[in-house]
T-cell receptor, first 116, second 111 residues
């Protein structure tokens, strides 16, 4: 499967612990996105990268959240001092965008986080 | 601010019946609208986008700017259409980096 890959797929952690999720986008996709999805809701935009530059962050991304894409390939999303409200599915997506080309965004299977 | 509303959380139809999944949006500019689908145990995937004006798996959707709607339709539903459907709006002038999703509609097609 050469799609967007995310790991771990499931994570259970105690409140206050730090967690990190990894996303490997489709090869040569220059854009990478993070979304969050809670039960009964659609995905909500968190942040996106164009190559290694983080170009926008949603207000949903509190100071406890940090995302990186150091070499413009894979990305990590770290949540520090987790809270129960962080329990959600974290979706990564990628696309190839150049100029005004209307790119298609491809999603990964997501990483489920449960904070207990 | 942009908003996408899918008024039905659940929709159940019989095989062969027509199906329409409703989507309304709120956006002051010129939006680009999409339908995404998630089949059981699969990842979210693009079904269709309004600018393509194409039919995918028998589904069509027309953007109605007057009614700010983008309803998804299929004349004869199949059991394999059972899935979660999300309507989404891109507000980024075509570069599609930020999608605003509705809450989704779970479609069940009964035999």
């Amino acid at each position: 499967d050469t799609g967007v890959s995310q790991n771990p797929r499931h994570k259970i952690t105690k409140r206050g612990q730090n967690v990190t999720f990894r996303c490997d986008p489709i090869s040569e996709h220059n854009r990478l996105y993070w979304y969050r999805q809670t039960l009964g809701q659609g995905p909500e935009f968190l942040t996106y990268f164009q190559n290694e530059a983080q170009l926008e962050k949603s207000r949903l991304l509190s100071d406890r959240f940090s995302a990186e894409r150091p070499k413009g390939s894979f990305s990590t999303l770290e949540i520090q001092r987790t809270e129960q409200g962080d329990s959600a599915m974290y979706l990564c997506a990628s696309s190839f965008a150049i100029g005004g080309f209307r790119n298609t965004i491809y999603f990964g299977e997501g990483s489920w986080l449960t904070v207990v | 601010a942009q908003r996408v509303t899918q008024p039905e959380k659940l929709l159940s139809v019989f095989k062969g019946a027509p199906v329409e999944l409703k989507c309304n949006y709120s956006y002051s500019g010129s939006p680009e609208l999409f339908w995404y689908v998630q089949y059981s145990r699969q990842r979210l995937q693009l079904l269709l986008r309004h600018i393509s004006r194409e039919s995918i798996k028998g589904f069509t959707a027309d953007l109605n700017k007057g009614e700010t709607s983008f309803h998804l339709k299929k004349p004869f539903a199949q059991e394999e259409d059972s899935a979660m459907y999300y309507c989404a709006l891109s507000s980024s002038g075509g570069s599609n980096y930020k999608l605003t999703f509705g809450k989704g509609t779970l479609l069940t097609v009964n035999p």
